[in-house]
């Protein structure tokens, strides 16, 4: 049985590295038209309808709105997937409390931008605005960013001196204590009961918005692709500029790195809070889109489901964790006869991927390399089994 | 702040986080032993923990336990409930060593692989208990699976009571014996691992695998050893819980085992005594703070001691070894 996992997997890889490879000796403006095509399909396919590829929508009912919803989670889970990569796949530290940032943002937008929230209610009452006053939509964009990335440096400065094993734990802490402090600080957050009304880029929810209702979900999905692409442009261009080739060393050995002139403490840091603001980011979007949100949506499994779309997916490789993100999100919502049972799937699919293939479904080549190493070490030492 | 009631009862708090204590005191054995001697967070540990009050409270209703039986019946129940309790935790911490760490040892993976690993174990077990098990078992043990995710409760083995008061202090019958039982428990693993031959083999192997492989020991007999004496103490941790709570839920394992490594590491992770004050000192914290603000914040009054405890002192109050020095 696992021979046979071995086998289909091998043929698996060797197709992956084909491709890849085919696509590395394609000339410039081809791989440009390619990258094109494949953008102008992302934002088609929420009106999905090719015969063929119908089968791969959601919805319950026939021509549905499911589908569109269930993308959106999709483009949210991606820019979480990106995120959590930088801290995790390219800092190789072990964010387990990732559920925090996003729900920093999903409340950064809420606090803010709802009339029904307690600090939108006190800044009304301090400087007498009527109490239809909420900040804007954009300027909520901007605060659940910095206040993410504050955050991330909060949570960092004392944290990550400490051993890799050890963050792990106090990060997952960390989710806990946000999701505990949202759910009893009632003064500030209305703690179980929730915050309704969160605005969108129209304003409240109401029956008036033309583009972004509560029903409609396709346009929301077309917001948030965009703001992935954004972001994977942008983390892109970190991960092969001397930031990303920092963060690479101080993974592979913190020492060695520190030697030639790269201080792990700051880039540390720095991933620490870009990967918090992608976080914020995405729980801001998550906010906004559902219009409400509770303590309750943001649960420790979530951060472990967050971890599990990175490490599946293959953690360093940008494609690899947004695949293992989209995945994650989509399959639950494919097969939801089996949903009761998603988080036994995932489970066990972490523990497979682990023991079987450690480096993840589209690995990154050079971690690749680097487990490889270590497997041809521990062939060289059979005492150490 | 409720000073006024934190001083007015400073000892009642004292012995009620002192029982509290002696639980997470028992599970943080579990996660100090295996890193004291594999530098590896059991994440799953918390998990064995749960499998113990499930085995416990199948062995009650099996057994067709009442509320407030006679105390000789009691006795017996709960002697029972340590070995069942002992044998189904045990059995897991080895099933988790076997099926999960081993191959990864194998190939010589990273730390990180291992805390993965170790995670999608704990979601799969929870999971087993909260979904496959209730659909597979529901109509054959009915009290125990019968709604997905339940909190299944358990009958009353020993009712409570006070036995004696100290000033305004009373101390009941259960903080009693969880108290000492744990406490018994501790100084027994203690004895085992300062005083026997297998115990002199675990600290050889904590202190230097290679050299105590060259001197003759079985390093794989000493990991599987480690993996089971963690999982005994969880399986005590898991009877008193059910003696003392009389509940149990498929999810308990995860605060319980946050707190648990929380204690270890207070008291220097992969130190025996270490874990023992680690336990006993994190319970007192959260009463008392619990007392301070509110009971709702006890969870947050945990990990940020955990923080502080860290920035200051990252090798925890008695410092990390089992093989080095005594304790």
């Given amino acids: 049985m696992i021979d046979k996992i071995r086998s289909a997997d091998r043929r698996r890889v060797s197709l992956l590295t084909t491709v890849g490879d085919r696509w590395r000796a394609l000339t410039k403006w081809q791989q440009a038209l390619g990258l094109a095509a494949f953008v102008a399909f992302l934002y088609y396919l929420p009106l999905l309808g090719v015969p063929g590829l119908t089968w791969l929508r959601t919805d319950s009912i026939e021509g549905g709105n499911?589908?569109?919803?269930?993308l959106f989670v999709c483009a949210i889970y991606v820019l979480v997937a990106i995120g959590l990569n930088v801290v995790v796949g390219l800092a190789g530290l072990l964010d387990l409390g990732y559920i925090g940032f996003f729900a920093i943002g999903a409340y950064s937008v809420a606090l803010f931008g709802s009339v029904n929230s307690p600090v939108v209610k006190w800044i009304q009452q301090e400087f007498n605005l009527p109490p239809t006053w909420a900040v804007t939509w954009a300027i909520c964009l901007f605060i659940a960013i910095v206040l993410t990335m504050i955050s991330g440096v909060l949570l960092g400065w004392p944290t990550l001196r400490l051993r890799g094993d050890y963050l792990a734990i106090v990060t997952l802490g960390f989710g806990e204590i946000i999701r505990i402090?949202?759910?009893?600080?009632?003064?500030?957050?209305?703690?179980?009961v929730g915050i309704s009304a969160i605005p969108g880029p129209e304003g409240a929810p109401s029956p008036d918005n033309k583009v972004f209702g509560l029903i409609d979900a396709k346009p929301w999905y077309w917001l948030a692709i965009t703001f992935v692409l954004i972001m994977v442009f942008l983390v892109r261009r970190l991960e092969h500029s001397r930031v990303g080739r920092a963060w690479l060393a101080v993974r592979e050995d913190e020492d060695a790195a520190a030697v030639m002139g790269v201080y792990p403490f700051k880039f540390k840091l720095w991933a620490f809070a870009i990967g918090a603001a992608l976080g914020g980011l995405s729980g801001?979007?998550?906010?906004?889109?559902n219009a409400f949100i509770d303590p309750t949506q943001f649960n420790a499994n979530l951060s472990i489901l967050f971890v599990a779309m990175v490490v599946v997916g293959g953690s360093g490789n940008m494609i690899g964790v947004s695949l293992g993100?989209?995945?994650?999100?989509?399959?639950?919502?494919?097969?939801?006869?089996?949903?009761?049972?998603?988080?036994?799937?995932?489970?066990?699919a972490m523990v497979l991927v682990m023991i079987l293939r450690p480096q993840g479904l589209v690995p990154s080549r050079r971690r690749a390399r680097e487990l490889k190493d270590r497997a041809a070490e521990a062939e060289e030492a059979p005492a150490h089994v | 702040m409720h000073f006024d009631e934190l001083i007015g009862h400073l000892g009642q708090h004292t012995v009620d986080g002192l029982s509290k204590g002696a639980i997470y005191a028992l599970i943080a054995l579990g996660y100090t032993l295996v890193y004291g001697v594999l530098r590896l967070i059991n994440f799953a540990h918390s998990e064995v923990f749960m499998v113990g009050t499930f085995a416990v409270l199948i062995l009650w209703n099996q057994l067709g336990v009442e509320n407030n039986p006679p105390v000789g019946q009691a006795i017996l129940f709960l002697v029972l409930g340590l070995i069942v309790a002992a044998a189904a935790s045990g059995g897991t911490a080895l099933a988790l060593e076997r099926i999960a760490y081993r191959p990864l040892r194998r190939k010589n993976a990273p730390p990180l692989i291992f805390l993965i690993t170790a995670i999608g174990l704990s979601l799969v077990f929870v999971e087993l208990f909260g979904q496959v098990l209730p659909k597979l078992l529901g109509g054959v043990?009915?009290?125990?699976?019968?709604?997905?995710?339940?909190?299944?409760?358990?009958p009353t083995i020993i009712q409570q009571e006070t036995l004696f008061t100290i000033g305004n202090t009373a101390i009941t019958n259960i903080q009693l014996i969880v108290f000492v039982a744990a406490v018994a428990m501790m100084a027994v693993l203690d004895w085992f691992i300062n005083r026997t031959r297998y115990g002199r083999g675990v600290r050889a192997v904590a202190q230097n695998p290679e050299t105590a492989a060259l001197m003759g020991v079985n390093q794989e007999r000493v990991i599987m050893l480690i993996f089971v004496l963690g999982g005994i103490m969880a399986g005590a941790a898991a009877l008193l819980w059910s003696m003392r709570f009389g509940f149990t839920q498929n999810s308990i394992g995860f605060v319980l085992g946050l707190k648990a490594f929380t204690a270890a590491v207070l008291g220097g992770i992969g130190n025996?005594?270490?874990?023992?004050?680690?336990?006993?000192?994190?319970?007192?914290?959260?009463?008392?703070?619990?007392?301070?603000?509110?009971s709702n914040w006890e969870d947050v009054i945990a990990f940020v001691v955990l923080i502080v405890v860290l920035m200051f002192r990252p090798t925890g109050l008695l410092g990390e070894s089992l093989g080095r020095a005594r304790a």
């Fill in chain 1, 181 to 192: 402090v949202a759910r009893n600080a009632t003064g500030l957050t209305n703690g179980p």
């Fill in chain 1, 325 to 348: 993100a989209v995945l994650l999100a989509y399959l639950p919502e494919r097969f939801r006869d089996f949903a009761d049972y998603r988080w036994l799937v995932f489970g066990l």
């Fill in chain 2, 141 to 154: 043990l009915p009290e125990a699976f019968g709604r997905p995710r339940q909190i299944v409760g358990m």
């Fill in chain 1, 66 to 70: 499911n589908w569109a919803g269930v």
């Fill in chain 1, 284 to 289: 801001f979007l998550f906010g906004s889109r």
């Fill in chain 2, 272 to 294: 025996l005594r270490g874990a023992l004050l680690g336990g006993l000192f994190l319970g007192i914290v959260e009463v008392y703070g619990a007392t301070l603000f509110a």
